[in-house]
């Protein structure tokens, strides 16, 4: 790879990762003292398979929800627009924590009876979700749990 790029995830070859996985993609220390720290959650092998949008949309509003059950810290849970995962911003959640509270989040979610706030008032496009397949998604995500912290092929990546 050429030249260093600005974009943290730009920098990661995405050939080497092996998904499904969780890691540290940044830290940032804010004036006040704070630490931000931004989680790669990712469900899919890059380049090889994907996320469908209506899965992706349901995870990212029920994560979004639950997980603000269980902490205060959670900045914002979002997409990739690749498709394979999503991007968890935490104030100063530490890996071991984050990787609980990721666990505990989706197990809320595998229980959800509907997605919240899934309709034109409250969500840019209503229709677009499926509990069903964030179900299935996150169940086979969960059933890789011991796997999560493995970011590379080759473990001493």
């Known amino acids: 790879m050429g030249m260093r790029m600005n974009v943290e995830s ?10 499904p996985y969780v890691r540290v ?8 003292g704070d630490t931000l720290i931004k989680y790669d959650v990712r469900f899919k092998q890059p380049n090889r398979e994907h996320l ?22 959670l900045v914002d849970f979002s997409p990739m627009g690749c498709q394979t ?12 924590e984050f990787l609980a509270l990721l666990e505990t989040s989706f197990r809320d979610l595998l229980a ?8 034109e008032e409250q ?3 209503g229709e ?6 964030a179900k299935r998604e ?9 796997a999560w912290q493995q970011v590379f092929a080759d473990a001493t990546a």
């Open 25 to 32: 993609a940044d830290r940032k220390q804010l004036p006040g």
């Open 123 to 125: 969500c840019g496009w």
């Open 85 to 96: 995962g999503f991007y968890a911003i935490m104030l100063g959640v530490e890996l071991d």
């Open 10 to 19: 730009f920098n990661l070859d995405h050939r080497a990762v092996v998904a």
């Open 112 to 119: 959800a009876e509907a997605v919240p706030a899934a309709n």
């Open 52 to 73: 469908e949008m209506p899965a992706i949309h349901s995870i990212e509003h029920l994560t979004a929800e639950l997980m603000r059950n269980h902490t205060e810290l």
């Open 138 to 146: 996150v169940q086979a995500f969960l059933d890789a749990r011991d």
């Open 128 to 133: 677009n979700h499926s509990l069903a397949a």
